[in-house]
């Protein structure tokens, strides 16, 4: 992700910028990849105090993302509420990324109140100038310039007037299958799919365990970042499980039908022939010939049911998920993020420090920025951590403050707007109050 706008947003009443664009600090050149002439910054920390708005960053993201792929999450009194007249008006959300190395600009402009899509816009933009190209431009219902064919436009403004408030870029996946001469269409699909499977918001209860891939040697890196972590973890891996337990789980039973199993133990799910083929994706997450449950701790595969566990004390002794700490649930549910080294993807993840020792924080986003992937990947977090305001560990434009105004509007800035020196101490000037975003609690004992 190259920029994030939004405005109008729950505290966000102004339009905020997090911008992943380098700024002018030269420390740690190596959280930088360049982009032609331009630097895009592989992490981003946002902090601020209580209600202070740095929550609603991550929701801006995760809530239009959640529009343009038609998640459930819809909450139309989102906008600026604490002054009046900002119902009415139009709520903006816009994404500058990278796709196979082509930079893109898509946004689109709503009134939430009314559930209506205002405005709509897809670019392929250029870095150097302002030599933008649209691929198409949305007022209202119609598509109004762009390289469109006349055959999309059409066909897209007939589903546009058909389905309602439903984005443009939404849409065009209904011809997935049918793009043949659409070539903006195409494209689009393209880009649809980059918030489908590289953007990935990670809420404060989400987990990243569906993506593993569960092979032995992603296993062996897990369990080496464990130990390493000192959780007490010497190994993880699957266990076969009796079949017996896996009949009497009652929580298990919707799974259990969902996937054709029957009393006998498990049938292959792909090509099932059971009462009900078109599996609940919301119920497990298929990989390959294996079902995987939602929270990753049981496989299904054509022959058994494997519990996932792991290894503890001298003797190995074996553990369910259910028995291990919060932490070492939170470190094993982040884990991909250090581990995953074959796609590009933007992590944005709600308060990484939860249930987290400050020192295994530290360790986790210096393993992140030190580790040279073979494709570019992002970290983007909300966080009260301030052991991270640490010059020897991030840069100055890596680091954002999220501040509450005295009329409740919130404020994004960053630290590079300071001119600070490379040694001084971050954490300490922070808590003087020298930037701002800090609570001022004013608590006193009664005589």
Same mark, same amino acid.
């Given at each position: 992700?190259?920029?994030?706008?939004?405005?109008?947003?729950?505290?966000?009443? &102004?339009?905020?910028?997090?911008?992943?664009?380098?700024?002018?600090?030269?420390?740690?050149?190596?959280?930088?990849?360049?982009?032609?002439?331009?630097?895009?910054?592989?992490?981003?920390?946002?902090?601020?105090? /209580?209600?202070?708005?740095?929550?609603?960053?991550?929701?801006?993201?995760?809530?239009?993302? /959640?529009?343009?792929? *038609?998640?459930?999450?819809?909450?139309?009194?989102?906008?600026?509420?604490?002054? =009046?007249?900002?119902?009415?008006? =139009?709520?903006?959300?816009?994404?500058?990324?990278?796709?196979?190395?082509?930079?893109?600009?898509?946004?689109?402009?709503?009134?939430?109140?009314?559930?209506?899509?205002?405005?709509?816009?897809?670019?392929?933009?250029?870095?150097?100038? &302002?030599?933008?190209? =649209?691929?198409?431009?949305?007022?209202?219902?119609?598509?109004?310039?762009?390289?469109?064919?006349?055959?999309?436009?059409?066909?897209?403004?007939?589903?546009?007037?058909?389905?309602?408030?439903?984005?443009?870029?939404?849409?065009?996946?209904?011809?997935?299958?049918?793009?043949?001469?659409?070539?903006?269409?195409?494209?689009?699909?393209?880009?649809?799919?980059?918030?489908?499977?590289?953007?990935?918001?990670? @809420?404060?209860?989400?987990?990243?365990?569906?993506?593993?891939?569960y092979d032995k040697p992603e296993l062996e890196e897990l369990s080496r970042i464990l130990r390493a972590f000192d959780v007490g973890i010497s190994d993880i891996g699957f266990t076969e499980w009796i079949d017996d337990l896996w009949v009497n789980t009652s929580h298990s039973s919707g799974y259990r039908e969902k996937a054709g199993i029957n009393e006998k133990g498990l049938t292959e799910f792909m090509g099932a022939k059971g009462k009900d083929n078109d599996y609940d994706f919301e119920q497990g997450e298929e990989l390959g010939s294996i079902i995987i449950s939602p929270d990753a701790t049981e496989r299904w595969t054509k022959k058994k049911r494997e519990m996932l566990v792991s290894k503890q004390g001298k003797n190995?002794?074996?553990?369910?998920?259910?028995?291990?700490?919060?932490?070492?649930? *939170?470190?094993?549910?982040?884990?991909?993020?250090?581990?995953?080294?074959?796609?590009?993807?933007?992590?944005?993840?709600?308060?990484?420090?939860?249930?987290?020792? =400050?020192?295994?924080?530290?360790?986790?986003?210096?393993?992140?920025?030190?580790?040279?992937?073979?494709?570019?990947?992002?970290?983007?977090?909300?966080?009260?951590?301030?052991?991270?305001?640490?010059?020897?560990?991030?840069?100055? &434009?890596?680091?954002?403050?999220?501040?509450?105004?005295?009329?409740?509007?919130?404020?994004?800035?960053?630290?590079?707007?300071? /001119?600070?020196?490379?040694?001084?101490?971050?954490?300490?000037?922070?808590?003087?109050?020298?930037? @701002?975003?800090?609570?001022?609690?004013?608590?006193?004992?009664?005589?």
């Amino acid at each position: 992700m190259i920029n994030f706008r939004c405005g109008n947003f729950r505290s966000l009443r &102004d339009e905020v910028t997090l911008s992943m664009v380098k700024g002018e600090s030269r420390s740690h050149p190596n959280h930088v990849y360049k982009m032609g002439d331009v630097g895009i910054l592989k992490m981003a920390a946002i902090f601020g105090p /209580n209600a202070s708005g740095k929550s609603n960053i991550f929701n801006a993201l995760r809530f239009s993302r /959640n529009i343009i792929l *038609r998640e459930p999450e819809r909450t139309y009194s989102s906008y600026y509420r604490l002054e =009046p007249g900002y119902e009415i008006r =139009p709520t903006l959300f816009e994404y500058e990324f990278t796709l196979n190395g082509c930079p893109y600009r898509y946004g689109f402009e709503i009134i939430l109140n009314e559930d209506k899509i205002i405005g709509e816009w897809l670019y392929r933009i250029s870095l150097k100038d &302002d030599n933008d190209e =649209p691929l198409f431009r949305r007022v209202d219902g119609n598509i109004i310039d762009g390289e469109m064919s006349g055959k999309e436009k059409e066909i897209l403004t007939k589903n546009i007037k058909k389905y309602g408030g439903i984005l443009t870029l939404t849409l065009c996946d209904l011809f997935r299958n049918k793009k043949k001469g659409y070539s903006v269409i195409e494209e689009a699909i393209k880009v649809l799919d980059w918030f489908q499977n590289d953007l990935i918001i990670i @809420g404060v209860n989400n987990t990243l365990r569906t993506h593993y891939s569960y092979d032995k040697p992603e296993l062996e890196e897990l369990s080496r970042i464990l130990r390493a972590f000192d959780v007490g973890i010497s190994d993880i891996g699957f266990t076969e499980w009796i079949d017996d337990l896996w009949v009497n789980t009652s929580h298990s039973s919707g799974y259990r039908e969902k996937a054709g199993i029957n009393e006998k133990g498990l049938t292959e799910f792909m090509g099932a022939k059971g009462k009900d083929n078109d599996y609940d994706f919301e119920q497990g997450e298929e990989l390959g010939s294996i079902i995987i449950s939602p929270d990753a701790t049981e496989r299904w595969t054509k022959k058994k049911r494997e519990m996932l566990v792991s290894k503890q004390g001298k003797n190995g002794i074996e553990m369910l998920r259910v028995d291990e700490s919060d932490g070492t649930k *939170r470190l094993f549910d982040l884990a991909p993020i250090l581990i995953k080294d074959n796609s590009d993807k933007t992590y944005v993840v709600d308060e990484l420090d939860r249930s987290l020792h =400050p020192l295994v924080v530290y360790e986790f986003v210096k393993w992140f920025l030190e580790k040279q992937y073979s494709k570019p990947k992002q970290l983007i977090t909300t966080t009260h951590q301030i052991t991270l305001m640490d010059q020897e560990l991030m840069r100055k &434009d890596e680091i954002w403050f999220v501040e509450k105004k005295g009329d409740g509007h919130s404020e994004l800035f960053s630290l590079e707007e300071y /001119n600070e020196r490379s040694d001084r101490k971050i954490d300490r000037s922070y808590l003087d109050g020298r930037y @701002g975003a800090v609570p001022k609690v004013h608590l006193r004992r009664e005589e």
